[in-house]
């Protein structure tokens, strides 16, 4: 879900609108938002997913900030896997 989301953040903007933006704020920092923008969403929905297991689930001998650390840890990962695939 990542890699899809920071795709069509990077790509849904048609050429001529990309240059204006480029030209306002810069080529790098126009990208930095784009990544940033797709990178968001997925993460804040890994984080809430990851919060609501742990407070439900069966952790058997985990305790909860260990789960909840390794899960966030899995989030982050998997989000900058994603966003460094299309990159």
């Known amino acids: 879900m990542t890699a899809w989301c920071v795709r069509i953040c990077l790509t849904q903007e048609p ?3 990309r240059n204006v933006v480029a030209a306002a704020a ?23 997913a990851v919060l609501g297991l742990t407070a ?5 001998g985990v305790g909860p900030l260990a789960a909840t650390g390794a899960g966030l840890l899995a989030t982050a990962a998997l989000a900058c896997r994603a966003t460094a695939q299309l990159e």
């Not at 810069?26 to 809430?48: E, N, S």
């Not at 439900?56 to 058997?60: F, L, N």
């Open 26 to 48: 810069g080529r790098g920092r126009a990208h930095l938002a784009a990544l940033l923008t797709g990178t968001a969403l997925p993460g804040l929905l890994g984080v809430v």
């Open 56 to 60: 439900i689930g069966d952790r058997r």
């Open 15 to 17: 050429p001529p609108a």
